[in-house]
């Protein structure tokens, strides 16, 4: 049972609350959300609660990620788009927060939920298409018909353009989610290996050096991914950002 | 009912397969675990209140306060650099001021120098002139005194020749001779 490579992401009850018959428990799942917003808030908090002129390390690590971030939004979406930096700042922090505890032996990964990771490409979207409403009315809906296309390849292009925008929220969350899963799956078989063949006496010991190394190389390249996704999901955000900003040209 | 066959056959064993992989999960549900869809409404609702507070953590409190600490940075980096340049053209004009005084002492050297040398030059010819006028004075005063005493030297000549030859007369004669005759006498000598 614990060599499943599935059992990390099964959800479970820690305290079981129902309202109105349906679940709203306190799972691992939540608490590892309340860890990641908790451990991103409270770096954030002290690393720049001296306010430092010159910067101590911690700070300077929190004034990078939020410079970071800046820069992103503003060449993703312009300057203009910095009225969004509070929400891409905390989509970063948080996936890149609940990436790295994940990668904790025995932490609940909260991004290999497809449900949590839906949710946040919903709000980005939910976000896109609110403000660009609302920012545009009608018009907003220009961003289907690209400018100088003849009026006869309207007829593909606005399809494919409408295709690409309503896949946007499915590619957003599928592709942090299937990352996360993919690299825990992973590293879990690997190191599942490592446990069966080293039982299996010193032929197997000497045997198991292999997917050892290889678990070691993985964990290494999951770091990454988990900085990376956090990283793509934060310029798609602002890529996204940048229609509602500016609308159909 | 009609079942088609190939459904009776499938059915089986995918009840099969969903116990199977249900035994290895917890509660005994066959569905790969973030497909579980009862777990979702609870997802949702703690991502909510969450990332819901994360958010508005980063929005009132962290964005602006890290802000204020880049901007205040920044100005300060500016500020810095404003002083820097301003301290830059003082030191500059400093320099400036500092050349142009040196070289005004040093023209007023080289004049001053060379007046000091037009006095010296000056000094030194008229006292080269004194003195030469003045040696010049004593080499004629000397020149006379020397044909003075040459003259009377000359004159005496003559007394002393008329002496030695009244003695010379003596010895010889035992007669004095007069003075008429030695004069003549020694002039006669002379002349000749």
Redesign the interface.
């Known amino acids: 049972m614990s060599n499943d490579p599935t059992h990390q992401f099964v959800v479970s009850k820690i305290v079981p609350i129902e309202i109105g018959g349906v679940d709203f428990s306190f799972t691992n799942a939540s608490l590892f959300m309340v860890a990641s917003a908790v451990a991103a808030s409270a770096f954030l908090y002290f690393s720049t609660s001296n306010r430092g002129l010159v910067p101590s390390r911690s700070q300077s690590v929190a004034e990078s990620a939020y410079e970071f971030t800046a820069s992103m939004l503003r060449e993703g979406a312009g300057s203009h788009g910095m009225k969004f930096f509070p929400l891409v700042f905390s989509l970063f922090m948080f996936v890149l927060t609940a990436n790295l505890l994940g990668m904790f032996p025995y932490f609940f990964t909260v991004t290999s939920q497809i449900i949590v990771t839906l949710s946040l490409a919903l709000l980005v979207i939910g976000t896109v298409l609110v403000y660009g409403f609302y920012k545009h009315g009608f018009h907003f809906l220009g961003i289907f018909v690209p400018s100088g296309v003849p009026p006869i390849l309207l007829l593909l292009v606005t399809p494919i353009e409408l295709i690409s925008f309503l896949s946007r929220p499915i590619s957003l969350s599928v592709r942090l989610f299937a990352n996360m899963l993919a690299g825990h799956i992973t590293l879990k078989v690997f190191a599942g290996f490592v446990a069966s063949l080293g039982a299996m006496g010193t032929l197997g010991i000497a045997g198991s050096i292999l997917p050892l190394i290889m678990t070691v190389a993985l964990t290494g390249l999951e770091f990454l991914v988990a900085f990376l996704q956090a990283y793509v999901f934060a310029v798609l955000t602002c890529m996204y950002l940048n229609d509602a900003v500016h609308g159909g040209h | 009912m009609f079942i088609s066959p190939a459904y009776a056959q499938t059915a089986p064993a995918e009840e099969a397969t969903h116990t199977e992989t249900g035994t290895?999960?917890?509660a005994g549900k066959g569905v790969?675990?973030?497909?579980?869809s009862?777990?979702?409404?609870?997802?949702?609702?703690?991502?909510?209140i969450?990332?819901g507070?994360?958010?508005m953590?980063?929005?009132k409190?962290?964005?602006p306060?890290?802000?204020?600490?880049?901007e205040?940075?920044h100005d300060?980096i500016a500020q810095d650099l404003d002083e820097a340049g301003r301290m830059k053209a003082e030191a500059d004009a400093a320099i400036e001021t500092y050349e142009k005084e040196l070289a005004a002492a040093r023209a007023k050297a080289g004049s001053i120098a060379a007046t000091a040398r037009a006095e010296a030059k000056a000094k030194a010819d008229a006292e080269r002139a004194a003195i030469e006028a003045e040696l010049s004075a004593k080499i004629s005063a000397a020149e006379a005194r020397i044909a003075d005493i040459k003259a009377q030297a000359f004159a005496e000549v003559g007394t002393i020749a008329e002496e030695t030859t009244s003695a010379i007369v003596e010895q010889l004669i035992g007669a004095k001779a007069s003075e008429g005759e030695l004069k003549a006498a020694v002039s006669a000598a002379k002349e000749a």
């Open positions: 290895a999960h917890e790969f675990p973030p497909f579980d009862q777990t979702y409404p609870s997802q949702i609702l703690w991502l909510v969450t990332f507070l994360f958010y953590l980063m929005q409190v962290i964005a306060r890290i802000g204020s600490i880049l205040h940075r300060r």
